[in-house]
């Protein structure tokens, strides 16, 4: 069964409850979607390791229900 993006958006809010999250379909498919993820929680860590907190929130789902996720990641301005 597809993600929603809603869900994507829940599991990012409750590991990072600061972040700004927008979450975009790519495909009408449920499985391909595009993330923007502001938190500042993400300050001082390198890209890679911003991507790994947002992986980690999505609990084991990237690469099995959720099939494609575009990551941009930053802390606030």
Not at 6 to 28: F, G, S, T, Y
Not at 66 to 73: P, V
Request: zero cysteines; glycine letters at 6%.
């Amino acid at each position: 069964m597809p993600m929603s993006a809603r869900d994507i958006e829940r599991l990012i809010r409750e590991a990072l409850p600061d972040a700004h999250v927008r979450i975009r379909e790519l495909a009408a498919d449920g499985d391909h979607y595009a993330a923007e993820v502001v938190s500042e929680q993400f300050r001082g860590k390198s890209r890679v390791q911003q991507h790994q907190m947002v992986y980690e929130a999505l609990k084991g789902n990237m690469g099995g229900v959720l099939h494609a996720l575009a990551l941009q990641t930053s802390a606030p301005d």
